[in-house]
């Protein structure tokens, strides 16, 4: 795998994500367990969440169509640390017992993106 595929890949996963939680935040947000009213309170934040996935997956789309860069390598490191914190925080959410099972999925997609990224982004 290089870069600008795993560029696309987070094209894809952001893109779905973003567009769950624009259209239908509560649908997303239903399976990790979480209570009604905890949905209820971060619809208006998940839709913003999702709106920051679309300009995210519009970014990786871009990227992965340009030349090899220092830039491209540039975002890969920070799109690293972004996705380390975000795995961080997903394991903190796991271990309060808010979120079910369906949580450890979140920790697994921050953990190979963050890996993902930091091989391409520290790893030369």
Same mark, same amino acid.
């Not at 995210?56 to 090899?68: G, K, R």
């Given at each position: 795998m290089?870069?600008?595929?795993?560029?696309?890949?987070?094209?894809?996963?952001?893109?779905?994500?973003?567009?769950?939680?624009?259209?239908? /935040?509560?649908?997303?947000?239903? /399976?990790?367990?979480?209570?009604?009213?905890?949905? +209820?309170?971060?619809?208006?934040?998940?839709?913003?969440?999702?709106?920051?996935?679309?300009?995210?997956?519009?970014?990786?789309?871009?990227?992965?169509?340009? /030349? +090899?860069?220092d830039?491209?390598?540039?975002?890969?490191?920070?799109?690293?640390? @972004?996705?380390?914190?975000?795995?961080?925080?997903?394991?903190?959410?796991q271990?309060?017992?808010?979120?079910?099972a369906?949580?450890?999925?979140?920790?697994?997609?921050?953990?190979?993106?963050?890996? @993902?990224?930091?091989?391409?982004?520290?790893?030369?």
């Amino acid at each position: 795998m290089n870069l600008n595929t795993l560029f696309k890949i987070n094209t894809f996963v952001a893109g779905l994500f973003g567009l769950g939680f624009v259209i239908a /935040p509560a649908a997303v947000l239903e /399976p990790y367990g979480l209570s009604q009213n905890l949905i +209820d309170g971060s619809i208006m934040m998940a839709k913003w969440y999702g709106a920051s996935n679309i300009g995210f997956a519009v970014l990786f789309w871009f990227l992965s169509n340009a /030349p +090899d860069s220092d830039l491209k390598t540039t975002v890969a490191k920070a799109m690293c640390i @972004g996705f380390a914190v975000g795995c961080l925080v997903s394991i903190q959410n796991q271990m309060t017992g808010e979120i079910n099972a369906m949580g450890w999925s979140t920790v697994a997609l921050y953990g190979l993106f963050a890996a @993902g990224y930091g091989k391409f982004g520290f790893g030369k």
